[in-house]
Every structure is written in C-alpha cells, then in structure tokens.
C-alpha cells in the first residue's frame, strides 16, 4: 500500500500507526500531498517542480498494489488519474471497530495474525535467549519520531493485544530515548516495526550499502523522508541533530557504521561503508560537525584510512525514474516466501497453487489480503510464441487483452513493475492462461493509439516458428540456411536436391550428433517425391509422394505416364527433397530467417524475457502515422537483482544492405517511442561504409542521456557474427576486435553500446556523457566567476 496524506503531523501519525498493524507496514511509502512543492526540493535556482509529477514519480517507484487516502476528502485530480485501486485509511480496519470485532483487517494481513506467528516461532517453545514484544512509552517532545523509528498501535487495537497475549508473549512497556534505543535494540525485542517485518526479506541491489539519515526529529517532512527512505528496504538509522550531545546514541551511530563496514572479497580495495544523507532542513555545516563528533578515523581500528562514512549532501531521488538508479534508490523487493512450478505439458492453461503465508487465519472478507507475483518463464518447444513480460507502462487495451490470463474476477489481478500480480483473498489456487505474445504486444501498440496487424513477412515468419516449433536456434547454422536458399531456386520442377545430396551436406555440418537431418524431417521442414523423365516430352519433373499412383500427369505436357516406368532407374528418375511450407519461399525466407535470427540471439539470454510480435505493420489512429518493423518485442532484463524493461524494434536483413527507407522508418520508431532500441539486424559479417555512416547518425541522435545509464533511443546492430552464434553475446566477440569492456556485456542495453563500438567505432556511452557534464560544470563555474570574482 502507499498511504496519500495531507501534511499535518496527525495525519502522518495515525498513517504511521496503522502501518504499524499490517504485514510489511514499514516498507509502505508515506506519501504527503502539499498544495504546493517546497522551496527546500530545488536543486537549483528556478527549478519547476510538479507535485502531480513528484507523487506520481512515489507511486511508480514503489509501485502499491492500493492507494490509501487519508485525506479524509477527495484526492486530487492527478492522484484519481493515475487509475490505481483506492481506498480510505478507515476502511482497513473498519471490521475490528464495527460490531463484527473482527481480528484481521479488511485490506492485508494484520497484528493479531502477526503476533500470533511470532508466539508460535519464538514463544511457544522455551528459548535459552528468550525474545520480548516491546510497546515503547514515547517522550512528549520526541514522540512522532519515534513513532516512525519503531512502530506504534493504535491504543484500541494494542489493548486487545495485551489482552490476548500478555500470559502466552512477555509484553513490555520500557521508556524510549536516545540513551537507551541501542540496548533496547540489543535485546532480543519485537517493537511494532519489527512485527510488521515478520517472515519478511528483501531482494535486490544495494544491500550491501548501508544509510544514516541526518534530520531533525520535529520536522514533519523529515520524519516523512525518513520513513520512505526505510521503506525502499536497506539498513538505515535515524541520526536527529536533537541526540548529537548524547554519548549513548554517538556511540550508536559509531556502532552501527563499524558493523556494516565491509570489503569486497573479490576485490580488496573496494569497501562498502555507511552515507550519512542530510536533510532537506540540515546544512551540511551540521553534517559536518556531527562527522567530526563521530571521529572516523577511529571506527575502524585496523584500518584508521578505511572510508567507512560518507557524507552525502542530497536526498535520493526516489520519485524520479532518471535519477532513482543513479542514487541507489530503487525499492528493494519484499517477499516472504517463493514456490516454482514446472509444466512439461501444457496447452493453454496451467493450474498451481497460490502461495500463502503460513501463520495467516482462513479468512475471507472479499479483498486482498496478500499479493502473489508471478514470474513466467518457457522454455522447449512450442508452437507459438508467448508473453514472457506484461508491460508495466499499459493502459486498458493491455489489461482487457491479458484479462483472460486469471480465470478470475479482473481486479484480483494487476501487471506491476515486476509483472502480473494477483491479489489474494480466500483462493488457494488459480488457473494462468497462457498469454500469447502477439496479442500483448499488439495491444499495447494500440494503448499507444496505433492499430497493428502483422505483414506478409510475418505471417511468414510465424508460421515458420511454429512449424520449427520454437526451435530457432537451428538457423544459427549459415551452410543449413544456404542448402535452404538453393534447394528453393530453379522454378517449380528445378526447386530441390536429390534427397542423398541432403543427406550428406546436413551430415557434413556435424552440428546435433548427426540428428539434424531427422529433426528438420520430424519438423516437416522437407517434402519428398520422386523426379523422373517424361517419356513423352523428355523433360524432367517433381511428383510428391502423395501423388505418387499407377498413373502419372506430366505436369508440362499433360501427357499420361505408367508410374511403374516412371520410377525406373533407366528413366534416370531419383527420390528428390523439396523445402516445404513457409521454408519453400525462396530468398533466405522473404527475410524470415533473418527475423528469427535476431528474436533467437534476444532470447539466448537467460536472464532477458520477452513479447516478441514478429514483422508487423501499424497506424496511427488519429494522426494517420504509419509504423512498420521486421520485429518488435517488450523486454525485461534482470541482472544483479535489479531489473530494466522497453521495447525493441528491428530492421531485419539477410544479405542485401539497408536502404535510406529503412533508416526513415527507424528514425520514425525513435520519434515516435522514447527509450525505444532500435535494432539494426544483417546475416552479413561486415557493413558497408555507407550503412555505418547512416546507422552512426541514428546512434549518435539516441545517444541523449534519458534514464540513468539509458541513451533516449540505443542502436543495437547485429551482424552474422552474433546472429550466427550459439553463444550469445560477449562470446559471440571472441574473434573480433573490442574494446576490453565489451567483456562484461551482460544487460541488453550493454550489449547495444558494445555492438555500436564494435561495428561504428563509436564510445562507451559513459565516457561521452562524463565528458560533457564535465564541460558544462567548467562553463557554470566560468559563468559563476564572471558573476562573482571573489567566489
């Protein structure tokens, strides 16, 4: 959930509370809906801030499941159009305060519950270290701080609690301050924020990081800032500039820094310490001081140089999708437990049980109680090409087209940052629809306005995936797509070779222990028959197998002829293999090969799932705008737990050049998508000067810094040296000459970079963009002495 309130003290402290009551509540972002933005959120003079922007830039970031409003009105207008589920903070517990006394939640999973688990783990059975349940009794001056560091019920439901569990759970009420907090957190103690925490991990990047946050513990908007940044899922503690005179928390502080300072085991000399982030009302003067108090050099006694503390003059960019990576501010994924399923049958629903919390009570109120995410993948044969990503930037056409994907009710299920979520009430198990991926795709073009169908190209192409039944990675073999492209020239009766001749060019590829031949015959990519001399004509023609009968038509002089006769060896007649289907049409498929080339390169990588729409063309429904690509495919890639996801679209060749319509077209994409990579795809080795000429302009334009380490539009150019491959990207390079980071090409958007300095001489984006920030800082300090001398 993401709480939306107004900026008052008693608001945030009841929004505190009831996160305090529901399962993961610490890692729910408070969300302050000010009329205007604060002055303190400029990074610079004249800077335009939105507070439509920055709310919605919180909301995407953490991406909740429900809005909760606890304006007691009517959300702003910007908060009603972000479309999201919402509902009124009384709604939560509206069964405990009614009639019913209900003892779980509307919406979540509640205390009771919780507490109910923690009795059963740590208090049913005598521990040697026996563990206590903890509600702190909070100094007047300081109480909504520490509210927000370590939980606080409401008073009617934490008397039930005491009610319920003071003879099962040793209960305790202990006076909280800054010269106590470190041994209560020694203690073995479940203050209310650790309750909400039960059975509860994060995953991702940047654990290894660990924050301090410099504040002032009256500040509404700091005690704010506080909560969210311990709601993205990393080590923090709370530094107030009210606690720096108390020995007890200085020592904390130090305490806590030394514990989480660590050195790389791979590497010696990188170290991972604490930020200390300054807030929005400190100045870096009083950071500053507080460092010194803290005496750095001395936290770390074996190594008095270790860079154990940081100080970090600004506050991580959470709300801004640019800037969040940069600042290690992307939410972690919490998770309290995962379960996989394997299918190695299935035709188009497959069926599996839900995963639960195991403490929980069997109770049904109607709403969600807890989120199941799930992650598809497939793998082996099939016959169709299916959605691996639900695109997080959709609108209805894509929720109405993967509606069918949950035999359920549409708002048990939403597609969030990580794909589709299905919110669970009473359900033990559902059934997943597979969704196919043309049908996604397509109608996330059309969330865009453009209505898509596929080409003849890619009516082509799929067909040819089906019949290969997802076997793509057969094509990587260049001699095999050669035989196809002879065997399909020579008109009707020349198309072909001797089926021996096939037989022994296959054999030679010595790919698949010599079982390509029987998989390509399995997969009805050949037609046999039998090629003979007319006796009538004398000219030589093809009959199918199924033609074969005790009477044959000559096909050029309509002549009879004995088929007995026909198939003798003194009639020079021989059993011929034709390419069938869609591997009949002649050069290298219409383009197809080349098509499923790149899809099969894109699909090498384990961790990069996709929605591919194969040659398609589109338009615009308004505008008129016209669209086409040779392949188009939502992407996510996962690597070193953090993810990314776009879309791709492809220009496919297979050995004639690019001509400048192909560049209009993809300069056409990148107006029309930003963010968009753009794929430029050959079965050559090499390009010519003039392709290289054009696709470096392409390049050069999509090199705009968009997203933290994402140009506007990357060009990703594959040749027959990665399409060709069965290694996949970077060991698809070995023989090539490149640059030595090219080695460590493990994301897609890596490899964009790597394959433009590969095949266009061009740079590592990095260096590029380093170079100009740097340049733009000499100006602004050139500019600010002009203005001021003295600075």
Request: contains cysteine.
């Amino acid at each position: 959930m993401a709480f939306l309130i107004p900026p008052d003290k008693a608001a945030l402290r009841v929004a505190i509370q009831i996160n305090s009551t529901l399962w993961g509540g610490t890692y729910n972002p408070i969300i302050p809906l000010y009329a205007q933005p604060l002055k303190a959120w400029r990074l610079y003079p004249g800077q335009r801030i939105a507070m439509k922007d920055r709310v919605a830039g919180y909301i995407r970031a953490f991406d909740p499941d429900i809005l909760v409003d606890c304006t007691g009105g009517t959300p702003p207008a910007y908060v009603t159009d972000l479309g999201r589920s919402t509902i009124s903070i009384d709604d939560i517990w509206s069964n405990f305060h009614s009639g019913q006394q209900d003892r779980a939640p509307k919406y979540g999973v509640g205390v009771f519950e919780l507490m109910h688990g923690i009795y059963k783990e740590y208090f049913e059975v005598v521990r040697r270290f026996a563990s206590k349940v903890a509600f702190p009794v909070f100094p007047a001056q300081h109480a909504l701080f520490w509210a927000a560091t370590v939980g606080e019920l409401p008073e009617p439901i934490q008397q039930i609690v005491e009610s319920q569990f003071a003879q099962a759970i040793d209960i305790e009420k202990p006076a909280i301050g800054p010269d106590n907090y470190e041994t209560l957190m020694q203690s073995r103690v479940f203050f209310p924020r650790n309750i909400t925490r039960f059975q509860l991990e994060t995953e991702g990047r940047g654990l290894d990081r660990s924050y301090a946050f410099y504040m002032d513990a009256t500040k509404f908007t700091d005690i704010v800032d506080f909560w969210n940044l311990r709601a993205l899922g990393r080590p923090i503690i709370p530094v107030p500039k009210q606690f720096a005179e108390v020995p007890e928390y200085i020592s904390y502080i130090r305490n806590f820094v030394r514990d989480r300072f660590g050195v790389n085991r791979f590497n010696p000399s990188i170290t991972y310490g604490t930020n200390i982030i300054r807030s929005y009302s400190s100045t870096m003067p009083e950071l500053e001081a507080l460092a010194a108090l803290l005496q750095p050099e001395t936290i770390i006694p074996d190594n008095p140089k270790a860079w154990a503390l940081a100080l970090q003059h600004w506050y991580p960019r959470i709300w801004d999708e640019w800037a969040m990576g940069r600042d290690n501010a992307t939410p972690q994924n919490v998770v309290s437990s995962t379960t996989e399923y394997s299918f190695p049958e299935v035709n188009d629903t497959a069926s599996f049980d839900l995963v639960m919390p195991k403490f929980i009570t069997d109770v049904s109120n109607g709403t969600p109680r807890y989120a199941n995410e799930i992650y598809p993948r497939f793998y082996g044969e099939g016959d169709g090409l299916l959605a691996d990503v639900l695109p997080y930037d959709h609108g209805e056409e894509v929720l109405r087209a993967a509606g069918g994907i949950f035999h359920s009710s549409r708002d048990e299920f939403r597609i969030g940052r990580t794909g589709a979520v299905h919110l669970v009430d009473w359900k033990r198990n559902t059934r997943w629809k597979i969704p196919p991926a043309e049908d996604i795709f397509f109608a996330w073009l059309k969330d865009k306005g453009f209505n898509a169908e596929l080409s003849t190209c890619g009516r082509l192409a799929k067909q040819m995936h089906s019949q290969l039944r997802g076997w793509t990675s057969v094509l990587t073999n260049e001699p095999l797509l050669s035989l196809f492209d002879t065997m399909t020239k020579g008109g009707e009766n020349g198309k072909g070779a001797p089926l021996g001749e096939v037989k022994s060019r296959i054999k030679s590829i010595g790919r698949w222990n010599n079982r390509l031949y029987e998989s390509l015959v399995e997969r009805n990519v050949f037609q046999l028959g039998y090629k003979t001399q007319c006796s009538h004509c004398g000219r030589t023609s093809w009959f199918s197998v199924n033609d074969l009968a005790a009477e044959l038509t000559c096909p050029l002089c309509f002549k009879k002829l004995d088929a007995i006769s026909a198939v003798d060896k003194a009639n020079k007649g021989e059993w011929h293999l034709k390419t069938a289907g869609p591997f009949s049409v002649e050069k290298f498929g219409d383009g197809s090969y080349s098509v499923l080339l790149a899809l099969n390169f894109l699909q090498h990588d384990r961790s990069l799932q996709t929605t591919p729409a194969l040659s398609f063309t589109a338009k615009h429904a308004t505008t008129g705008a016209v669209l086409e690509a040779d392949l188009g495919l939502l992407w996510q890639d996962v690597a070193f737990g953090e993810s990314q996801d776009g879309v791709l679209f492809a220009e496919c060749k297979s050995y004639n050049e690019f001509q400048q319509k192909d560049f209009q077209r993809m300069n056409e994409l990148a107006k029309q998508f930003p963010g968009a990579i753009l794929a430029f795809c050959t079965l050559r080795k090499q390009l010519t000067p003039r392709e290289i000429r054009e696709i470096t302009k392409i390049a050069k334009a999509g090199m705009k810094p968009w997203k933290t380490e994402w140009p506007i539009n990357p060009v990703l150019v594959l040749t027959g040296h990665e399409l060709f491959s069965t290694l996949g990207a970077p060991s698809c390079w070995k023989e090539l000459s490149a640059p030595d980071w090219t080695k460590q090409a493990h994301t897609l958007l890596v490899v964009c970079n790597a394959t433009q300095a590969i095949h266009l001489g061009m740079p590592l984006w990095q260096a590029i963009w380093s170079a100009e920030f740097e340049k733009r800082q000499r100006k602004a300090r050139k500019t600010q002495r002009a203005a001021d001398p003295s600075t």
